[in-house]
């Protein structure tokens, strides 16, 4: 088995002589008169610990401190400055660039191999203890993505339910997504003053799923009626927002969860509008959550330019049209703007699935 390897660099060779007797019995010892040779030495191989002389031809000991600071070797490799002088300046300097301790010449050999020793297991537990840290992170990442992962199938699936029932839903509630990602984009970088983190935008996403899920308490014979449903049938059909609310409550205990948050706000406010006028609340202005809003846009615009027995296809100019100039309810200014941003993504992302028919 490979031995683990000490520098020594020292300009006076009985010094490393010295110091090589006291090590060699238990490491791998090299040896460097200078600065240059030191740099050629670490260049090659890893060391446990290095013991480094200031004065020295070439290059000196700071040249090696430099060399080592620019290529990050400070932290995980120890540096003893091994001196004669015993100018404060030199130390505070040496300290300055993170060695691990400085020795004195003339040397006491019992004192020297305890102190590199101490400072040899300091560092090899301080590695240690990082390598663990690192993999129980790697393990906690892991299991993150597997418990997102898994969450993101359930939200699929329960969504799918809706699929099935609804002449309407198919495909939509994917496109959803699509249209939601891309409006946060825009707002996350054009309007700062909301806040948005890049797990808070995900989470969004991924909440705009379940915008509709109320549509499983809606009775079939409206909920798949082939044609406009009459002023009665669409006050039962508002009721979906409030259903999806209910059996999201019924399945989350948590209700201060970030991502249960999101999911109530975009089933019960999806509809609301900027001027009081949607359903359930008669929410106006502010007083409807981003969450929601950006939704509610998006799932107007899916609905235009998708089919319906109770309507036409309206093409992607059409629909946005109608967005902007208000005939699908009013839509916040700031929604508007990145909505107006947003305008190619959007129909890109429309005629990309019709050219090529998927969803996710």
């Excluded at 418990?147 to 199938?153: A, G, R, S, T």
């Excluded at 949607?278 to 106006?284: N, R, S, V, W």
């Excluded at 109608?322 to 005629?351: H, R």
Aim: proline content about 3%; glycine content about 4%.
């Amino acid at each position: 088995m490979d031995r683990q390897k000490i520098l020594i660099v020292d300009d006076e060779e009985v010094n490393r002589a010295i110091l090589e007797v006291m090590f060699r019995n238990d490491y791998e010892i090299l040896q460097a008169s200078n600065g240059q040779e030191a740099i050629e030495q670490i260049e090659k191989n890893e060391f446990i610990v290095i013991m480094l002389d200031i004065v020295m031809p070439l290059l000196d000991g700071f040249g090696v401190l430099e060399y080592m600071k620019e290529k990050k070797m400070l932290d995980h490799t120890p540096v003893i400055m091994i001196t004669s002088e015993t100018i404060r300046d030199s130390e505070d300097r040496a300290y300055a660039y993170g060695i691990a301790d400085v020795i004195h010449k003339p040397f006491y050999p019992d004192i020297v191999k305890r102190r590199v020793t101490n400072i040899i297991e300091l560092y090899q537990n301080k590695h240690n203890m990082e390598v663990r840290l690192k993999e129980q992170e790697e393990e906690l990442l892991a299991q993150q993505k597997k418990l997102h992962e898994n969450n993101e199938f359930m939200i699929d699936a329960l969504s799918s339910v809706v699929e099935f029932r609804s002449l309407e839903t198919g495909e939509h509630i994917r496109r959803i997504k699509y249209f939601t990602r891309v409006l946060l984009k825009y707002l996350a970088k054009y309007f700062p003053k909301y806040g948005l983190t890049e797990e808070q935008m995900d989470s969004i996403a991924r909440a705009s799923a379940l915008h509709d899920i109320g549509k499983i308490g809606i009775p079939d014979a409206i909920l798949l009626k082939p044609g406009r449903l009459t002023p009665s049938e669409f006050e039962v059909m508002k009721k979906h927002t409030t259903i999806g609310c209910e059996i999201l409550e019924s399945f989350q205990r948590d209700k201060s969860d970030e991502f249960y948050r999101y999911c109530y706000e975009i089933c019960r406010y999806h509809h609301e509008r900027w001027d009081g006028k949607g359903y359930p609340d008669h929410l106006e202005g502010d007083q409807i959550p981003i969450s929601a809003q950006i939704v509610a846009i998006a799932d107007v615009y899916d609905a235009l330019v998708s089919e319906r027995v109770y309507k036409e296809v309206y093409s992607n100019s059409v629909a946005y049209r109608m967005i902007m100039d208000g005939e699908c309810g009013k839509f916040s200014p700031d929604i508007l703007e990145c909505f107006e941003l947003a305008k190619e993504d959007f129909f890109n992302i429309v005629e990309v699935i019709k050219m090529f028919g998927f969803t996710d």
